[in-house]
């Protein structure tokens, strides 16, 4: 296997321990200090299970061993395409205790996705939930053994069919279960988007993840009195890290996994368990904010709603406090590395009007020009950082890596912001042709790849479009190769090959052609901008 590594140089490796960002923690260790300092504290709760720290310590030790009992070993990695159920916390905590490699997995993955990330991943297992959302993820697994057969064992939440259920691992020996790992090393593999694509894998280290939700956690205000109600999909870097799961247990706090973000399901959750925080995306949080108003549930607990993974517009914002009676607290950030949040006694208007500032002093922020200058103050810019938490490289991606980074460690985000005089980000859009729907970005890319794949199709440009709820909506435009198919029929075609549904293009509109390609002379990104500006001047006009 390649091997995984994230390294910093040296002299600044050296700055991170020597101002106390890297403290030299581990996954395996933290768990174990608080069980027993939290024994009975609870830790997580879920449907059906409600579990102190010193029992989640428990269950992670015991699947450990079974994982090893079972034939993985130490430096394998495990696909982990788990919903939010208090076994997602025991199971990458196993891992993390045998010194595997949890690779993190979206449930709205399919197999086009979860085939690239156990490829490029070099996976040896796959641990899966019986179903989620009323689909069954035993076929898929068998679907991606065929495709990658290095994958020798699939575990499975609930029913395992052909497979081996989490709960019928064999007996390990707790002797045998080995000693915790340096905290340099990686400690998982998370996924990003893909300019090209497919997406990234994104090591990151014992230190500098741990680091970024102690530090979250801090700012969030988490105490063991806290409790956290895990809306969004646990395995995105938001409610994992911001200050997520994890810097909730760092905290010593409680743990709500939320089966779906849905008012209906996470009023019930945040009135019984009395949960204090809980961050959204945009649209999730305009759902919150109409339903505050009609339920029945008491939301008194809740003290603090973040909102993240794409921005929330401050007429929105300015709804929070007087609706829902709590700080709006805005994430800013990427599972590369850099997150900004607005403090919690920040005045109101930096508040609604930003998406914050960075966790760490040494965050470095650089906002250029296209030329890679930096621009006037206040001016917006392309989003460039370098940081005790922020990413060096991807896993095996050269190509990437050399577009991604420069020469001296800045990662390029993508992003472009203006800085306020207080050192807040604004956020103002994408400089690349990822479409943010709804915080999942989606590369046009490979949408058009799908499309192009079509006899209907002879040329697709996948764009996004301003979209009131979800943020960002993808629309593609379609050159029809004879007769015009259906637009249901291209929606089908897409989501039949095995993609996430939030690829699915939002819109379809067909067209005669594209007058910018001729020759060739101009590059998709100008192309899918031309077509962009174009549709929203005429909807523009008609409106």
């Known amino acids: 296997m390649k091997p995984l590594s994230q390294v910093w140089p040296a002299e600044f490796a050296e700055r991170y321990r020597a101002r106390g960002y890297w403290r030299g923690e581990t996954f395996p260790a933290m768990l174990r200090e608080r ?12 449907a059906d299970q409600r579990w102190t720290y010193a029992e989640l310590e428990r269950h992670a030790e015991r699947i450990a061993g079974g994982l090893l009992a079972l034939g993985l070993a130490p430096g394998d990695r495990v696909v982990v395409q788990l919903p939010n159920i208090p076994e997602f916390l025991s199971v ?9 490699i949890p ?6 993955h399919r197999s086009v996705e979860i085939v690239h990330f156990a490829r490029t991943a070099e996976a040896r297992g796959y641990i899966i939930a019986e179903r989620h959302d009323g689909f069954d993820y035993r076929p898929l697994a068998q679907e991606v053994c065929r495709e990658v057969p290095e994958i020798a064992h699939v575990v499975v939440v609930g029913e395992a069919g052909p497979f081996t259920a989490l709960d019928a691992l064999p007996e390990g020996a707790a002797e045998k279960l080995p000693a915790d790992p340096d905290p340099s090393e990686v400690a998982f593999l998370q996924i990003s988007g893909g300019s090209t694509g497919l997406s990234k894998l994104i090591p990151r280290t014992h230190d500098d993840y741990i680091y970024s ?10 105490t063991p009195e806290s409790v956290y109600l895990a809306a969004l999909p646990v395995a995105h870097n938001f409610p994992m890290s911001s200050p997520g799961v994890f810097g909730a247990l760092h905290a010593g706090s409680k743990v709500v996994m939320s089966p779906s973000p849905s008012p209906e399901v ?16 945009p649209p999730l949080a305009l759902l919150w904010l109409q339903a505050a108003g009609r339920t029945q549930h008491d939301l008194s607990s809740l003290e603090v709603l973040q909102v993240g993974g794409a921005k929330f517009m401050p007429e929105a914002a300015r709804r929070v406090r007087p609706t829902l009676g709590c700080t709006l607290q805005q994430v800013f950030g990427m599972a590369e590395g850099l997150v900004n949040y607005t403090r919690l006694d920040d005045p109101e208007e930096i508040i609604v009007s930003t998406q914050g500032r960075p966790i760490s002093p040494d965050d470095e922020v650089l906002i250029l020009d296209d030329a890679g200058d930096p621009v006037p103050e206040g001016e917006p810019g392309n989003l460039l950082t370098r940081g005790p938490y922020t990413i060096r490289g991807y896993h095996n991606n050269d190509g990437a890596n050399a577009r991604s980074f420069t020469a001296d460690g800045f990662y390029r985000t993508g992003d472009v912001v203006l800085r306020t005089p207080e050192g807040y980000l604004a956020v103002q859009g994408r400089a690349t042709d990822h479409i943010n729907r709804a915080g999942e970005k989606i590369s046009a890319e490979e949408i058009e790849d799908h499309l192009l794949s079509h006899p209907g199709v002879f040329d697709a440009a996948v764009v996004s479009l301003p979209d009131e709820y979800l943020g960002e909506r993808s629309c593609a435009f379609v050159i029809p190769d004879g007769e015009k198919p259906k637009a249901a029929a291209l929606k089908a075609w897409v989501r039949a090959r095995g993609l996430a549904d939030f690829k699915v293009p939002d819109q379809i509109v067909f067209v005669d052609a594209f007058e910018t390609t001729a020759v060739g002379k101009v590059s998709r990104k100008e192309l899918r901008a031309s077509l962009r500006r174009r549709f929203l001047e005429s909807a523009g006009a008609e409106g």
């Open 103 to 108: 690779v993190y997995a979206l449930p709205a």
């Open 35 to 46: 069980a027993v300092r939290f024994a009975d504290h609870l830790a997580v709760v879920g």
């Open 92 to 100: 990458v905590f196993a891992l993390f205790r045998a010194r595997m």
């Open 213 to 222: 939700f102690r530090a979250s956690a801090e700012i969030c205000g988490l």
């Open 266 to 281: 996470a009023f019930e959750l945040i009135a019984r368990e009395k949960v204090t925080i809980t961050g959204l995306v």
